[in-house]
């Protein structure tokens, strides 16, 4: 056999590593630890964001005094320059076709709405007495106040009541004129009983006579009619229920329907609900200074209503009106969004005190989004220069979106201190691995919003170029200050406390350990809600955007529930009166019309043709007396043949 392989020497043992210092937490800055995987590997982006932390580092106090001292300038410019837009108006985009129409509308008849007092009474006469006295205490202030409008006085258009006849009722009257011709002319004594009387019956014997113009009615009928009225003088008149008698029972040809219209045109309060209702209504004097150009007209207005109320206990005032309306909407607006701005900072700072486990870094975090929120301020003011009904509450979205960044930064660099880097190198590694994706995320919100600046929406647009600008600022302000920051106050002897966060992680554990589950029971609340959306509809009704607790708000509910008025109306505008007309009868055909306002049907048509007649008429009674003389009066045998005359000639005919 072969002889067997002598075995290999034993190896010398192996030497252990040597022990490696652990490193003193309270001396950070001196610490030598390799450079992280992911600071190694970072772009661009990164590696700048990198190399400004290492600036922050260096000269902390540097960086901080010039945020602090940029954020100062910011807004006190921001409340030197920037205004406020308070117009409706300016919402909208001036170029489209809707508000070039308005535009014309303003420029022919004025921008102004009007005010509207509503006062309440349980009686007429107290309504009218409050609202007199109302009127007069606003019309005394010439500054605040102008157009004080409470009653309609309709007085004069009757003295041209002859223009709203037609042609053919101008031409009845003229016809009328001339048969009583010889009346106008000085014959009074034409006008006896026994004259008249005896003058139908011979036109019924012996027919019209040919010099005397074609009667207007037959002289049946107008026997028939003086027959009545003396009749009716003759007996004692019937008792009304009031007490009061009848009225008196004209022989004369009834003048035509059209002027009887015209007895409703006299001076009259403008009431409502049997005249329980009654309205005043006045023009704004307006401002450019403050949030709501007519707020100090309206608390005046409110002042003086309430000096009025408390004389008339039983009356209740009220005040609405687009203007009022309008400056209750900006209060409101101005004040929610100060009040929803210190909740939401409030809100958000307690989330982050809960999540991060202590109350030092929420501070720092929400102390640098006050400074990008300065900034964001100067923004607004150097691009848009004001801020609209909208554009108002880009605030809490700043607080709202802005915190984000800084609570990510944050987060992940108490990650990189409870892995035991220093707080220098836990800023270089955060700024390195979170920075691009805080950047990344910043940029994307402002595109989103940047984009709604292309809108023709004013509103809109000029919110999106505030909020896209202002999301950039709080983002800058969070990765360039907040590192600072946290180097002043971490390397101190307040860094030496890392505290602990809410432990998230463990409460989500079920989610990811059942992937499947949770991705059938998502699809399942998702289709749950999507079935909701055929209940889905439009609210057009722009009340339910305001307050309901506002005085002008209930007073225009009262005007729709109670006397179906509204101070919101839309405008057509026509150039010629037939059209006018003809648009009025299309949009009463309307279902959403309730009624149409116009002035044409009021102003007088056919001039043309009526103004002969009206002055032809005008000569014919120019010559009669203030005071007509005494008619003489019938001797009672002569009149007693004439009227058996008469009747004897009525009594051949079948119509009479």
Known sequence: PAPRRPPPPPRPPRRPPPARRAPR???????????????????????????WTRVSLR???????????????????????????????????????YNRLWIDYVAEFGEDDDAVIVVETPSRAETIRVLEEVSAEVARDGELFRSVFHAVDLSRIRAKGLHYLAPGELSALETFLGESRPVLEGGWAQLKVGTMVGGLASRMVLGPSRRAPAPREAPEAALERYAESLVASLQPPPRRADGGADDFLSPWPGMPA???????????????????????????????AGFAGASEATDELRRLIALVAARHPSASSGLTGLPIMEDD??????????????????????????????????????????????????????????LNILSVTFTVTMIGVGIDYGTYYVGRYLEARRRGLACEEALLETSGSVGPGILTGAVTTSVAFFAAALTSFVGVAELGMIAGGGILLCCAAELLVLPAVLAIVDRGPLGR?????????????????????????????????????HDLRYDHNLLNMQPEWLESVEGERKLLEECDQSVWYALSMADSREELLSRKERLLLL??????????????ADEEAKRPLIERIRASLAGLPERPPEIPVDRLDALGETLAWAQAAAATRPEA
């Open 25 to 51: 937490m309270h001396e950070a800055d001196r610490i030598t630890v390799p450079v992280p995987e992911a600071r190694r590997h970072a772009g661009p982006v990164g590696r700048a964001l990198v190399a």
């Open 258 to 288: 059209s002027l009887a219209t015209l007895q409703d045109l006299s001076s009259d309060q403008l009431l409502a609900k049997d005249g329980r209702l009654g309205f005043v209504l006045l023009r704004l004097v307006k401002s450019n």
């Open 59 to 97: 000269a902390p106090w540097a960086v901080v005094a010039v945020a602090l001292l940029t954020a100062a300038l910011s807004a006190g410019w921001t409340a030197r320059s920037l205004g406020y837009k308070v117009n409706r108006n300016d919402l909208v985009d001036p170029g489209s076709d």
């Open 497 to 533: 406390r890392v505290p602990e966060p809410v432990p998230v992680h463990a409460w989500l554990g079920f989610i990811t350990r059942r992937p499947r589950f949770v991705a059938l029971a998502s699809l399942a609340a998702t289709c749950a809600v999507v079935s909701g959306f």
């Open 329 to 386: 909407e900006m209060r409101a607006s101005q004040q929610a969004m100060l009040w929803a701005s210190g909740v939401s900072m409030a809100a958000v700072i307690l989330v982050i005190v809960a999540g991060f486990g202590g109350v030092r870094h929420a501070l720092m975090a929400n102390g640098v989004l006050v400074i990008g929120m300065a900034w964001a301020f100067a923004w607004a003011t150097a691009t848009v220069g004001h």
């Open 591 to 604: 279902p959403s019309v309730e009624r149409v306002d116009e002035i044409a049907s009021l102003v007088p």
